[in-house]
C-alpha cells in the first residue's frame, strides 16, 4: 500500500483529516522553496517521549527559517496527543510538519500560509533489526554538512536533508546501511538521521554540534552516560582518529541507540559500554515498563 493510501487521520492545520485526504497544491512554496521544518518523535506506552522539547525545536526551527508557528506548544503537544490515541498506537512514529503554503509563487512568500500537520504511523526499527545488535556498517558521505553561514544548520528543515538522501542513496547502492558525514572543515559530523558517539577506554567522544543537529536522543545519551559515571567529551574528532576508537554507536529518535561495526575502513566492535546505553536508553523511553519490572 503505498504510504498516501494508508487508513487513519492525519491532522491539518487544527482538523483531523483522512489520511488519504490530506493533500497540497503542487505549487506549494514548502515543496519548491524548502520552506519547511520538521520533527521526528516516538511514542512508547501511549507516551511522546520528550514531547516538549520536539514541539520547541519545532517551533525554533520555523523561527530560523523566518516563521511563526500559527499554534502554541500547547496546542501542537495536545493536537499530538489527541491524534496518537485516536490512531491507537502505543508505540509509534510523530511526524510533525510546518511549511509555507501555495498562495504565493515566488522566492519572497510574505503572503503564504504557515500550514502545519502531524502524521503518526508505526515505525517499528529504523534498522533492520537483525543487524541491529551486530552493529550496521556506514559509508563515508561525498557530500559535507554546510557550514553554519551557508545554511541554517540548527534547524530542522527539510532543506538541510537533501544531502542527506543523496547521501544515504549512494550508501545504500553499496550494500552500506547509512552514511557517515563529515562536516565542511572535514571534521567527523554526523550519520544522515541520527548522531554518532565513539567509546574509547569507557570514555564516550562525539562531535560538538556547531553546524548540524544537537539531536534530543544525543542530549539523553549523554545524560544518561553521566549519571552512569561514564565520562562524555564533546569534541572536535578528525576522521583519521576513527582507528583509535573501539566502539560506534548511532542515535536519534528513528535509531534509538543503534550500534556500528563499519565506517568505510575504519572497524568497530559493539561492546560494554553501548550495551549499556541501548539499555539505559530502552528503560528511559519506557518509564512505566521500568517502573513494573
Ligand atoms: N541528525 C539528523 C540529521 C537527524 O535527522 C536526526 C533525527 N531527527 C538526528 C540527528 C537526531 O536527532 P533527535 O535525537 O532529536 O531525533
Not at 504510504?3 to 514548502?30: R, S
Not at 534530543?216 to 576513527?242: H, N
Request: charge should be negative.
Amino acid at each position: 500500500v503505498p504510504f498516501d493510501q494508508l487508513d487513519g487521520e492525519i491532522w491539518f492545520n487544527g482538523q483531523f483529516v483522512p489520511w488519504k485526504d490530506a493533500k497540497i497544491h503542487v505549487l506549494t512554496h514548502g515543496l519548491h522553496y524548502a520552506s519547511a521544518v520538521f520533527e521526528g518523535e516516538r511514542a512508547y506506552g501511549g507516551t511522546v517521549f520528550k514531547l516538549r522539547e520536539h514541539t520547541e525545536r519545532l517551533i525554533e526551527s520555523g523561527r530560523l527559517l523566518g516563521f511563526a508557528l500559527p499554534y502554541s506548544a500547547d496546542e501542537i503537544d495536545a493536537a499530538t496527543n489527541e491524534l496518537l490515541d485516536r490512531q491507537g498506537f502505543a508505540d509509534a512514529y510523530v511526524r510533525p510538519i510546518a511549511f509555507r503554503g501555495s498562495e504565493m509563487m515566488g522566492v519572497s512568500a510574505q503572503k503564504n500560509r504557515i500550514n502545519v500537520a502531524i502524521a503518526i504511523w508505526q515505525w517499528p526499527s529504523y534498522f533492520d533489526p537483525e543487524q541491529r545488535m551486530k552493529g550496521i556498517r556506514l559509508d563515508l558521505a561525498e557530500y559535507r554538512r554546510p557550514d553554519p553561514r551557508t545554511a541554517p544548520s540548527k534547524a530542522k528543515a527539510t532543506g538541510l536533508y537533501m544531502i542527506c538522501t543523496i547521501s544515504k542513496h549512494a550508501a545504500e547502492a553499496k550494500g552500506y546501511a547509512d552514511a557517515m558525514m563529515l562536516d565542511w572543515r572535514g571534521q567527523v559530523a554526523e550519520a544522515t538521521g541520527a548522531n554518532v558517539f565513539f567509546v574509547k577506554d569507557g570514555v564516550l567522544h562525539t562531535p560538538t554540534p556547531d553546524c548540524f543537529l544537537d539531536g534530543i536522543t544525543r542530549r539523553t545519551v549523554i545524560d544518561l552516560a553521566r549519571r552512569r559515571g561514564i565520562e562524555v567529551k564533546e569534541r572536535v574528532i578528525m576522521p583519521e582518529e576513527l582507528a583509535s576508537f573501539e566502539e560506534c554507536f548511532l542515535c536519534g529518535t528513528a535509531a534509538e541507540v543503534t550500534p556500528v561495526s563499519e565506517i568505510a575502513d575504519w572497524r568497530f566492535t559493539p561492546g560494554e559500554t553501548t550495551r549499556r546505553l541501548v539499555e539505559d536508553y530502552t528503560a528511559a523511553v519506557h518509564p512505566q515498563r521500568a517502573a513494573a519490572e
